[in-house]
């Protein structure tokens, strides 16, 4: 509902004039003052929309009391009344940007008029306010979706020059919710207004694809993330009827680490896979209270079992935090890690195919080690024969991630998840996220939407299928989702895209 502002000395001509309001269905709130210095006052603390004021009042003139408004509310809309004895005012008020006037006594029809066009006149630049806003955050979306799978310098840069984005600097802490199903695609109310209404602080929020968003949070904001990733967690199961998994990242020192901080999200999400009992991730949460040995123990067995699962990714960032130990001073004994490592090799040895003399000689290595730090040597060198053998150069990887592009490229139109297209390859779900990103430089979950959207435009280029159609064909459940998507990626609307392509302008 929009305010109106009366402003008159003479009550009869309030009167009249909140009458004639009242008797056509505008919506409006109607405030009035009996002077100049009143009506100030009024709009200072009320701050209305419209303003109604006669040129003539006692303590402040319309034409002073217009001037003390446009030094703290340039946009609101001002309409005056004047006698035809004051026209000269009038036309000087007009001049200094007062929306309309109103000649006294009042024309019911002529002062219905003007209404009606300031009336439209605020609806307009409502409009494009609001569509001024959609744009910037459209933008900023995009930007912010470039900078966090290049981690490129010049992206920031550009959004910096190109956009308000000064938000980006102070951001600490990043949370990456992955759902099981296409739950953002699907949800037809405003998610993050009904997060925000949940959580009850301040954060910004990024879209990634139907399963997964992002939450941004500044330094100012002051919680234990394990347990809003908890609460996250809950809010999802309780409230939207949907499983959830949360990561959180390590503290930033600047925005300007958002890339390195999403990329250990990612890897801090692939947990979900061979985790299926946990649904919060956070960095090193998992050996948080424990002493040297038990940590230790702990790191072996994740070791053996990232093995296992061929996912190098956690198996290096498990080996590093072993080989850390050394510099803790712990007490533990040489012959359990060795005969840890010595299982931790086989399973690698075992993966590569290798035959058991050589297997047999690299755990005699092993266990001529004298020191700690010999064990870690060793067992680095092996970690990466395993990943040299098994995911560089011209390796199976290579091949495993071409079978992967095939079945997207195949089944782009149907449901496809992390976990569905894993079966579909007959791939572990961590192996085949580790060697897609290796290989290609880009998340899985990217890669699919990058394709849908590119084959929306050819879609969109080469027939004349309808929106929700061609939403459907590329494996889409939502066209406002898929339209957002598409808008997010290329720019524009679906719409315009198909309309200047059709008049052969090129489209960036």
Not at 30 to 49: H, M, S, T, V
Request: some cysteine; charged content about 30%.
């Amino acid at each position: 509902m929009r305010k109106i502002l009366i402003a008159d000395d003479e009550r009869i001509e309030r009167k009249g004039i909140r009458s004639l309001l009242e008797r056509k269905d505008y919506n409006l709130e109607i405030l009035e003052a009996g002077n100049g210095k009143e009506a100030l006052e009024i709009a200072r603390r009320q701050k209305p929309d419209i303003l109604l004021s006669d040129i003539k009042m006692s303590f402040m003139t319309g034409l002073e009391l217009m001037e003390k408004v446009r030094q703290f509310d340039p946009d609101m809309a001002i309409i005056i009344f004047s006698g035809y004895s004051d026209f000269e005012y009038a036309r000087q008020a007009i001049q200094n940007g007062v929306m309309g006037y109103v000649l006294k006594p009042v024309n019911p029809v002529e002062f219905y008029d003007v209404i009606d066009k300031t009336i439209v006149a605020l609806d307009e630049r409502q409009q494009t306010e609001v569509l001024m806003q959609k744009n910037q955050d459209f933008m900023e979306q995009y930007f912010l979706q470039k900078f966090l799978n290049t981690g490129r310098q010049e992206i920031m840069d550009e959004a910096m020059e190109t956009l308000d984005v000064s938000w980006w600097e102070e951001i600490r802490q990043m949370v990456l919710m992955k759902t099981a199903t296409d739950f953002f695609e699907d949800y037809t109310k405003d998610f993050e207004a009904d997060l925000s209404e949940e959580l009850k602080i301040p954060f910004h929020y990024l879209n990634l694809s139907a399963t997964s968003s992002l939450l941004l949070f500044d330094g100012k904001v002051n919680v234990d993330y394990s347990v809003l990733g908890q609460h996250i967690h809950g809010f999802m199961k309780d409230n939207m009827n949907t499983e959830c998994y949360v990561a959180v990242s390590s503290i930033l020192t600047s925005g300007i680490h958002m890339a390195e901080g999403y990329q250990e999200l990612e890897l801090l999400m692939e947990n979900r896979f061979y985790k299926s009992d946990e649904w919060v991730y956070m960095p090193d949460t998992n050996w948080e209270g424990k002493d040297n040995y038990d940590m230790v123990v702990d790191l072996l067995e994740k070791m053996e079992n990232d093995v296992r699962l061929r996912d190098i990714s956690h198996l290096r960032k498990h080996f590093r935090k072993f080989a850390g130990q050394k510099q803790q001073g712990g007490k533990f004994s040489h012959i359990f890690v060795k005969f840890s490592c010595s299982n931790i090799v086989k399973e690698m040895y075992k993966d590569m195919n290798f035959s058991s003399d050589k297997c047999a000689d690299a755990i005699e290595k092993l266990y001529q080690c004298g020191t700690v730090q010999e064990i870690i040597d060793i067992l680095e060198q092996n970690i990466q024969l395993y990943e040299d053998t098994m995911f560089s150069g011209q390796s199976s990887a290579r091949s495993d991630v071409e079978k992967v592009k095939s079945y997207i490229y195949e089944h782009y139109a149907d449901e496809l998840s992390v976990e569905i297209l894993g079966k579909g390859v007959y791939l572990s779900p961590g192996y085949m996220s580790y060697i897609f990103k290796k290989e290609t430089g880009e998340g899985l979950t990217h890669f699919i939407r990058e394709f849908r959207l590119e084959k929306a435009k050819e879609l969109l280029r080469a027939t004349n299928k309808k929106i929700v159609q061609i939403c459907k064909e590329t494996g889409f459940t939502n066209a406002s989702y898929f339209c957002k998507s598409f808008r997010e990626y290329y720019g524009c609307s679906p719409e315009k895209f198909r309309k200047t392509a059709g008049s052969g302008e090129e489209i960036e």
